[in-house]
């Protein structure tokens, strides 16, 4: 005979009952994915911070930071005045250091009203012994750019976005 846990029948049925209610969970933010594409240069990894600013440009959230020494982040001089640098704003959202000529590709969740509604993802860059790009890259938010890539001005070759 074979015997069934009781907490899993209860779930089951709990799952099932919400599901046939219509009250499946639903995700309040869209998965954003984006994809930098780096210069070829000579040096180290680039450190990038990856962020969204409001339609003033002042910053609101972290999406990656790509580095993962935490003394070299001031370098990403617009992202560290407006994340202050705190452990919080970054803590989980960050990686090695991305080389010459590669890819970073990262997915962020993004609250829905935030899309077309004059927020910007930018990217500041750094490079140990080189010159840093505060704002290397700023993109307004919006469905209509999704797809379409924007050139940088430093390390960064180009960025798109998906949803």
Request: aromatic letters at 10%; one cysteine or more; a positive charge.
């Amino acid at each position: 005979m074979q015997s069934t846990h009781p907490l899993r029948t209860s779930a089951a049925a709990f799952l099932l009952a919400i599901t046939a209610a219509g009250c499946a969970p639903t995700s309040s933010a869209d998965t954003v994915k984006i994809q930098a594409q780096l210069n070829n240069y000579r040096g180290d990894g680039a450190y990038l911070a990856v962020y969204l600013t409001d339609n003033n440009g002042a910053y609101k959230q972290t999406l990656w930071i790509s580095g993962k020494k935490p003394k070299y982040y001031k370098h990403l001089a617009d992202w560290a005045r407006g994340s202050g640098q705190q452990r919080s704003e970054y803590d989980g959202l960050s990686g090695a250091s991305t080389t010459s000529g590669s890819t970073l590709k990262i997915n962020a969740d993004i609250a829905p009203a935030l899309v077309d509604s004059g927020y910007q993802i930018r990217v500041d860059s750094a490079v140990e012994d080189q010159r840093d790009y505060r704002a290397e890259i700023i993109v307004p938010l919006t469905r209509e750019g999704a797809g379409k890539p924007i050139a940088g001005k430093g390390y960064v070759q180009s960025l798109t976005y998906q949803f």
